[in-house]
């Protein structure tokens, strides 16, 4: 039976608009309003230029730049295209974006595609506040993956060295978000699925991060329950633009904006992610595909009794049986984090991306941001068990 039955899926008209403080001006979502969205938020920000900021397949292999840049057009509201954004946003190609940005006379940026193009343009409005010292230009983020890089204040990039480095403020958090499932249909499967984990990543580590505020963390239980519903469903019909649509929503929920005073990583799957990714090449929804249900099943020994509780309580939320303790739950929500992963085709290694082993101490030191910390010999023990 296709996912698309109506039995299963009644024509539901998922779309809306929300508004959140006067950083962001508006969140639009549903199949197509990126037509009708996009002009709303240029005369909201009174843009009267746009640079479009993407990735090279999303440029060359689809049609989705193309009807952006004829949205632009017929308002007379389009600067230019600048592509030359890769995988964990090298600093190159923001000082390009950055030079582009002002010969274009562009006073706007619209970011198109997944974490990458979101954050890279984070980092171009940054530099280019620094380099003018005027106002901070603004960001529309249209996502075509689920990564959520479009609901934080801060971005990571690339420097010279091959380091992650973050800028934050927030102003950087875009002003206007697009969720149009109908521009995620081109999206690589491997890409879209993996980013769905990341933005599980984010529901979960967000259960036991400092400083969210418990109606957040019952989205994100709301989050992971449509993420292992939907994802799956998403996998055995691709075209199935319903389920899209609630993906883009779970993936909101999952990293829903919360003031946050700087830019960190949630928690310590993210951490290893980041510390993983730019130095060894691997894509950020991969590291949450390695690093998610190991650093879950470390929790059980290491977490606080309030966090355990937090993780604990999520299997109520996905209908499975408690194990009748906190500690059993919570190497039970790892092992169903697994289960997706690998059902999805998305289990990995550190030995496919050619991670040296005896790089694993000085991994696991820098994600734990902190010299001597006395779980460091555990999560090395997690990484070794990631070949």
């Not at 993996?194 to 989050?223: F, W």
């Not at 830019?263 to 980041?274: C, N, V």
């Not at 650093?295 to 996905?318: G, H, R």
């Amino acid at each position: 039976m296709s996912v698309l039955d109506p039995t299963l899926f009644p024509s539901t008209n998922l779309q809306g608009f929300y508004a959140w403080t006067d950083t962001l001006k508006g969140v639009y979502y549903g199949p197509g309003s990126v037509k009708t969205a996009l002009p709303k938020l240029l005369d909201v920000l009174g843009a009267k230029k746009a640079l479009i900021v993407t990735g090279r397949s999303l440029f060359e292999k689809t049609d989705v730049i193309k009807n952006i840049e004829a949205i632009l057009r017929e308002r007379n509201a389009y600067g230019a295209t600048f592509y030359e954004i890769g995988q964990h946003t090298p600093v190159a190609g923001i000082k390009a974006g950055l030079n582009l940005l002002k010969e274009s006379g562009s006073d706007v940026i619209v970011s198109v595609g997944g974490g990458s193009p979101i954050d890279a343009s984070k980092a171009i409005l940054y530099f280019h506040q620094q380099e003018t010292g005027g106002d901070t230009l603004r960001q529309i983020a249209i996502p075509t993956t689920l990564s959520a890089a479009e609901y934080s204040i801060g971005a990571g990039y690339t420097n010279e060295e091959g380091m992650k480095v973050a800028v934050s403020s927030q102003l950087l958090a875009p002003a206007g978000i697009i969720l149009d499932a109908e521009l995620t249909l081109p999206t690589p499967e491997r890409l879209w699925l993996s980013t769905g984990i990341r933005a599980l990543d984010h529901a979960v580590e967000n259960l036991y991060r400092p400083q969210v505020p418990p109606p957040m963390k019952h989205l994100c239980y709301a989050a992971l329950v449509d993420l292992f519903k939907y994802l799956p469903l998403s996998k055995a019909d691709p075209k199935a633009i319903d389920v899209r649509q609630k993906l883009q929503v779970a993936s909101w929920m999952s990293l829903w904006p919360i003031r946050f005073q700087q830019y960190s990583a949630l928690g310590l799957s993210h951490a290893l992610g980041h510390k993983l990714g730019a130095t060894y090449s691997i894509p950020h929804g991969i590291t949450s595909c390695l690093t998610l249900a190991p650093t879950v099943n470390l929790k059980a020994d290491v977490a606080s009794e309030e966090d355990k509780e937090w993780l604990a309580d999520a299997l109520f939320y996905l209908r499975k049986p408690s194990t009748g303790n906190r500690e059993g739950d919570i190497r039970k929500l790892a092992a169903e984090i697994q289960q997706l992963v690998d059902g999805l085709g998305l289990h990995s290694t550190l030995t496919e991306y050619k991670v040296p082993k005896e790089d694993l101490p000085g991994i696991a030191e820098r994600a734990l941001a902190r010299k001597n910390d006395p779980t460091h010999p555990q999560v090395v023990r997690l990484l070794e068990s990631l070949y």
